[in-house]
């Protein structure tokens, strides 16, 4: 028998710990240099499943057989080389999701480049221009590929002062959809139902591909956590207990610090959020970051106090963010609305798609089921097309019984109305949620030229028409 979904959440909670782990700003990964960076796309097994009673290692697709894949550190202005070797069977691509790198390495099949082939590479060469918190995933079949666990970290480090710090850990969330064995359930990949609702939910929560890990810390230091939730379409609803903690930074970009809210953080599919985490329990003390939603509480992590950190912590000062995002000129803005429609309870009765016409008996059997201005998925022309260095904004109205969270490829922008209000203190991210019955305004400026792809990062209303583009011409 299947172990019902919020059977296995649950059981999460009483999983045993897994072993304490190296902090990545201890092991420092390998700075990318002149050699490519090799990143395999290939089966493998990972003990995933620890804590779930009668479950061995997972098979998984991972970046050279792991999940998540190699963490990649580079430096602002330093140029990248991966190399991307398909060891799969079937066709596939990488995202550098946030980065506002040339267009042709962004890693989208069909419109920034062709698919790479099983047995095939592709060389992906850029230079990042801002510090932060990124990562990067798979582009081809995302709602299957990435569900398998085709994702990793990035980290593009910047001129923050080195003594700022005393760790650096990063951390991504993910839920997958286990069956009774600890093994991916297949069967359902594609299931129309998902699709049209809030798309994949899994039922077993793991950090950096294991289950409540734990991580030793030292009090008096102060932690930079980064956190990405690199899940299908969970929207994580996260709480850090027994420290204080500041946001420093969201979608890579810096903010002006201040505190995390006390009431649970929502940390939407494809967004990221740094902290700084000031340690001030005794030895013997704990830190925890819970997922809190309406019907459960799960641990996700814990972070024991084990000794003291003998030194006095700096003022905190908000990150680098030198070069910068581009001003958006509201007075000159190309507008464009941007309505979203269809999914379960929405009332879509006819969209385009294949370019023609369609009932929604017809949507349904090819799947497309969202709709962007009345459009369901075609991409044979773009949302907008402007001249390099226009200000745009696009006002995303959601007339759906869902939240949405609107990606943005090669650039970030800013919410400068929210439901017909202004709003004065909008930060810069790539990655928007949208909630049903709302409306926010995006503004940026289309300063770097080709072919960007905006769509929805809950994979499931992407791959059913949640899909569109912008063209930005030199």
Request: neutral net charge; aromatic residues 6%; glycine residues 10%.
């Amino acid at each position: 028998m299947k172990i019902a979904r919020r059977t296995l959440l649950k059981s999460i909670a009483g999983a045993a710990a897994a072993a304490a782990l190296p902090v990545d700003g201890h092991r420092k990964p390998a700075l990318a240099g002149q050699s490519p960076i090799v990143l395999k796309a290939q089966k493998g097994r990972v003990p995933l499943a620890r804590g779930l009673e009668g479950a061995g290692e997972t098979d998984i697709w991972g970046y050279n057989g792991a999940v998540p894949g190699p963490t990649i550190r580079c430096r602002k202005g330093e140029p990248v080389h991966v190399r991307l070797v398909n060891g799969l069977d079937e066709p596939t691509s990488i995202h550098w999701h946030g980065l506002r790198i040339d267009n042709a390495m962004d890693g989208v099949i069909g419109l920034t480049q062709g698919p790479v082939a099983p047995g095939a590479s592709f060389d992906y060469l850029f230079t990042p221009p801002d510090a932060g918190t990124f990562w990067y995933h798979t582009h081809n079949r995302a709602w299957e590929q990435m569900a398998r666990g085709l994702y990793g970290r990035l980290i593009v480090e910047g001129d923050d002062p080195e003594d700022q710090f005393d760790r650096d850990l990063y951390l991504a969330l993910d839920d997958w959809r286990l069956d009774d064995k600890g093994q991916i359930e297949t069967a359902s990949f594609g299931n129309l139902h998902d699709w049209a609702h809030e798309g994949r939910l899994g039922n077993w929560l793991t950090v950096n591909g294991t289950s409540q890990p734990s991580y030793g810390l030292g009090r008096g230091e102060r932690m930079r956590l980064r956190l990405l939730n690199a899940a299908n379409a969970r929207t994580f609803r996260l709480q850090l207990k027994g420290a204080n903690a500041k946001v420093i930074a969201l979608d890579g970009a810096p903010v002006e610090p201040f505190a995390l809210p006390e009431a649970p953080y929502e940390l939407a599919s494809g967004q990221r959020v740094d902290l700084a985490v000031d340690v001030d329990a005794g030895d013997g003390g704990q830190i925890e970051l819970w997922h809190v939603s309406r019907r459960e509480e799960i641990k996700c992590a814990s972070f024991p106090v084990k000794a003291a950190v003998l030194r006095d912590r700096p003022a905190l000062r908000a990150l680098d963010h030198s070069g910068g995002f581009a001003t958006p000129d509201l007075a000159t803005a190309v507008r464009q609305d941007l309505v979203m429609t269809g999914g379960a309870m929405g009332g879509l009765r006819e969209a385009v798609a294949d370019g023609k016409k369609r009932t929604i008996q017809d949507l349904v059997e090819l799947k497309r089921v969202w709709a962007l201005n009345g459009i369901a998925g075609d991409m044979d022309k773009p949302l907008l097309s402007v001249k390099q260095g226009t200000t745009v904004v696009i006002t995303m109205k959601n007339d759906t019984a869902w939240s949405h969270a609107m990606h943005l490829h090669g650039h970030h922008f800013k919410a400068v109305e929210r439901n017909g209000k202004p709003v004065t203190d909008g930060y810069w991210r790539d990655t928007e949620m949208v909630d049903p019955d709302q409306s926010v305004a995006l503004a940026f400026v289309a300063d770097n030229p080709g072919k960007w792809f905006l769509h929805c990062h809950m994979l499931e209303h992407q791959a059913a028409g949640m899909r569109t583009w912008i063209n930005i011409d030199t």
